[in-house]
């Protein structure tokens, strides 16, 4: 299979990239540096020269704090991005999957968003994404939207995917203790895409890891736990007192209603993501790199 991959330097794309070519697909992957998808007459031109079978879209402006004191620039990089993916996309015939966010749910609910849930994002980065997803469809009918949250892995920098390091630099660790989401270890993660890849059948899809979800200071317990640093000081704190210019979902749970039907496995448990996490972080540390 030939693939591109957008935002092949952000922590999925690296997991997207090493996953298809150890499958043996030929992968273009291009960074924001060398592929701009604001830009469509450079995507279309790009896709016309590589003529992939399938566009797997990685970037996005994640700042979720950032997009909403910019929401011009959250909503060319998150809305008009993938719309140009999907325009190009279909010139070439090519199926598309973009990622999008748990954060199209408001997070009012009790129990897991499915997709037979309707969205209502709360903040600008939320509100972003959905636009991308619906902007995508319309154009192309080949784009399979997934959404996924919580998302954690090698390389990473977010907060879920930086616990054990800091950690093991003595730093103090504050986490949230009422904000719910369901973990996605980043491998898993990639592997699914590649899946769906080849299923080529549009629609959103929910991809995370099995079980029943965490907060993020559950999740950061069962890192400092397995990463021996379970003396790790750790600062409880509720959302509100964050006082941060987005408003998060308090609940943003997924649960995908088309993957069993489909025969697709079951992730892993996200707690068992977590022990290979941390046993790659660890390896990662003993080879020094």
Not at 213 to 222: K, R, V
Request: glycine share 8%.
């Amino acid at each position: 299979m030939k693939v591109l991959i957008t935002g092949a330097r952000g922590m999925v794309g690296r997991a997207l990239d090493d996953h298809c070519r150890a499958l043996g697909d030929q992968v273009f992957a291009y960074a924001h540096q060398s592929l701009d998808i604001t830009n469509p007459e450079l995507v279309l031109s790009t896709f016309r020269r590589d003529k992939p079978d399938v566009v797997i879209n990685c970037a996005a402006w994640t700042d979720v704090d950032g997009c909403e004191l910019d929401h011009a620039r959250a909503f060319l990089a998150n809305a008009s991005g993938p719309e140009n993916l999907a325009l190009a996309s279909r010139n070439i015939d090519a199926g598309l999957i973009t990622i999008s966010t748990d954060y199209v749910f408001e997070g009012s609910k009790e129990g897991f968003y499915t997709q037979r849930d309707q969205p209502n994002p709360q903040s600008v980065y939320g509100a972003a994404k959905l636009e991308g997803e619906r902007r995508a469809q319309t154009a192309h009918a080949r784009t399979t939207v997934v959404r996924s949250g919580f998302i954690f892995g090698p390389g990473g920098s977010n907060f879920l995917s930086t616990v054990l390091q800091r950690a093991r630099r003595g730093e103090p660790i504050k986490a949230i203790g009422d904000a719910y989401g369901t973990p996605t270890f980043s491998l898993d993660l990639a592997a699914r895409l590649r899946e769906l890849a080849q299923l080529d059948l549009p629609g959103i899809f929910h991809v995370v890891n099995s079980g029943e979800g965490a907060s993020f200071a559950e999740f950061t317990h069962a890192v400092l736990d397995e990463g021996g640093c379970s003396d790790t000081p750790l600062d409880l704190v509720g959302m509100k007192e964050l006082n941060r210019p987005a408003p998060r979902p308090q609940n943003s749970r997924l649960e995908c209603l088309m993957s069993a039907a489909l025969g697709l496995a079951p992730l892993p448990f996200w707690q068992d993501a977590v022990r290979n996490f941390v046993a790659q972080e660890s390896r990662t540390v003993v080879a020094g790199k």
